[in-house]
């Protein structure tokens, strides 16, 4: 079953670009990853799939329902996560998430207290009293605690500390086995990397790319560091050289005998050839000059 479906989305502002026809699958039971720096279309794309906003042209679906017709119905089953969250002022946790609740007509009351044991979330304190990172926890468990089959997660980690982020995640596998398809949007590559089977990567508004993370991971180029005096003005095919502790550190997906030629030339005291991580794919994808989705 497609939990999220858009054909040709597109939102603009006036006449500035938010998302330009993009089409766009999430299946049942998939961890999917968003992917794109800030600016590039990903909240935009979730606040119309959510409804908040309303889109210029195209169409998105949600569990099979228009998301412009029926999305009060929609967000019954919807976990939504935004990536900065804001409350009333003077309530206590606990009362913040007993209003999320009641909202749906759900008693959240049992998955509430076991998410908020997890997250060390002291539910009697004021939202006001509260750090960033535990602001951002009670968010998590206002968007967990009905147990949606959807979870839209924007940016979802910012403000959580490494041992949170990774209990964070932990919450999000084991939803996921139970059978919650997650839309996860980031700039935090290796979170996408890790935790996702399949990913889109958005640039100005429009999909240049969208498989699975290990196919997205792949390409021709390798991951050059020389120790040692080159010169790589004539050779082709590097990409982002940097200099660092000594050694020539770029990306390269020219001709190997090129690159072996380069470095006969020069004065080399140790060589490694390594395969990129995502963050470089993604770095690749995203230049200017080259289209390569």
């Keep these: 079953m497609e939990m999220i479906k858009t054909t040709k989305l597109t939102k603009y502002y006036g006449k500035a670009r938010g998302i330009i026809d993009l089409d766009l699958?999430?299946?049942q039971g998939e961890f999917f990853?968003?992917?794109?720096?800030?600016?590039a279309g990903k909240s935009t794309t979730i606040r119309t799939l959510l409804g908040l906003i309303t889109p210029t042209s195209g169409c998105a679906m949600?569990?099979?329902k228009d998301v412009t017709k029926e999305k009060e119905s929609i967000l019954q089953d919807v976990g939504y996560l935004p990536s900065e969250s804001l409350f009333y002022q003077g309530m206590k946790?606990?009362?913040i998430l007993k209003l999320s609740a009641d909202l749906r007509k759900t008693d959240c009351s049992a998955e509430s207290k076991q998410l908020c044991e997890r997250l060390q979330l002291d539910v009697s304190r004021k939202i006001d009293e509260l750090s960033f990172g535990n602001r951002k926890k009670v968010a998590i468990v206002c968007a967990l605690q009905h147990r949606p089959n959807l979870l839209v997660l924007d940016e979802p980690t910012g403000g959580l500390d490494p041992l949170m982020q990774k209990e964070f995640f932990d919450?999000?596998?084991e939803r996921n086995k139970d059978g919650a398809a997650i839309l996860l949007s980031s700039h935090v590559l290796s979170e996408i990397q890790r935790n996702c089977t399949r990913a889109a990567i958005i640039r100005d508004g429009r999909i240049i790319a969208c498989n699975s993370v290990d196919v997205l991971s792949q390409t021709s180029a390798k991951r050059i560091t020389v120790h040692g005096i080159i010169d790589l003005e004539h050779l082709d095919?590097?990409?982002g050289r940097k200099d660092q502790d000594g050694s020539?550190?770029?990306l390269y997906s020219g001709d190997m005998n090129s690159l072996l030629r380069t470095l006969s030339s020069g004065q080399v005291n140790d060589l490694t050839v390594t395969e990129p991580d995502l963050e470089e794919v993604f770095l690749h994808y995203y230049e200017k000059d080259g289209e390569t989705a």
């Design 171 to 173: 919450i999000l596998r």
């Design 33 to 39: 990853g968003f992917i794109g720096p800030n600016g």
């Design 237 to 239: 095919g590097v990409r």
């Design 25 to 27: 699958t999430v299946e």
């Design 93 to 95: 946790v606990k009362d």
């Design 62 to 64: 949600i569990f099979g």
């Design 248 to 250: 020539v550190s770029f």
